[in-house]
């Protein structure tokens, strides 16, 4: 007899429950094809670590049930069907190319520095640079917002990665230490690319098995 982790079994009956407004054939299906997912990813002897990140790279039962009921499997990326524009993975590379395009230059700051005091920025100066390349947030935004690659905790993360790095930045540039200046903002900028890489590889995965 087949077994499943009991969160498994949790999540499956809350999907269940979620796909009851859904015809027989589609509801059958996503819980199929669903219930595949979790039982090569997250195996009945599992640990919840493991069994907990299987079901966030999947989403939660309640995206998986809208998605299905607004367009059937093909949508929800468990069944057969063509990906959205939105969820191919051309998307995920390209937030994260424009993620780190704008975060390379900051990391060059604080090297710059320490290096040499003078080339160290004023706040003035960064909140400037912050005002000119302000496009990209907007627009890495609007391109995970219209994605179903993410759950909802995913996009929260990619979505405030360059925001909060911006204030982040500008409150560290106030420290005179010139040390814990440069040590701030390295920091800081290498917390938000690492955030920006796990995130965006996870949707190009998802992206990838959804073809």
Do not use: C
């Amino acid at each position: 007899m087949n077994q499943t982790h009991p969160l498994v079994d949790a999540y499956l009956d809350r999907l269940e429950h979620l796909l009851q407004g859904a015809d027989s054939a589609t509801r059958s299906e996503v819980l199929a094809g669903v219930r595949e997912h979790l039982r090569s990813t997250a195996a009945a002897d599992a640990d919840d670590a493991r069994v907990r990140q299987a079901i966030t790279e999947l989403g939660s039962p309640e995206q998986i049930a809208d998605e299905a009921h607004v367009g059937g499997t093909g949508r929800s990326g468990i069944g057969p069907g063509t990906p959205r524009v939105t969820e191919r993975p051309w998307l995920p590379i390209l937030v994260m190319v424009l993620s780190l395009g704008w975060l390379v230059p900051l990391a060059l700051l604080p090297l710059a520095g320490v290096v040499d005091a003078a080339a160290a920025l004023h706040p003035s100066e960064l909140i400037f640079f912050f005002i000119v390349a302000f496009p990209v947030w907007p627009a890495v935004a609007l391109l995970v917002a219209a994605s179903r690659l993410w759950p909802l905790r995913e996009k929260v993360a990619l979505a405030v990665a360059l925001p909060a790095t911006a204030v982040w930045l500008v409150a560290v540039s106030l420290v005179p230490v010139a040390f814990v200046h440069a040590a701030g903002m390295l920091v800081g900028v290498l917390a938000a690319a690492t955030t920006i890489i796990v995130v965006s590889r996870r949707g190009l995965r998802r992206a990838r098995q959804a073809r």
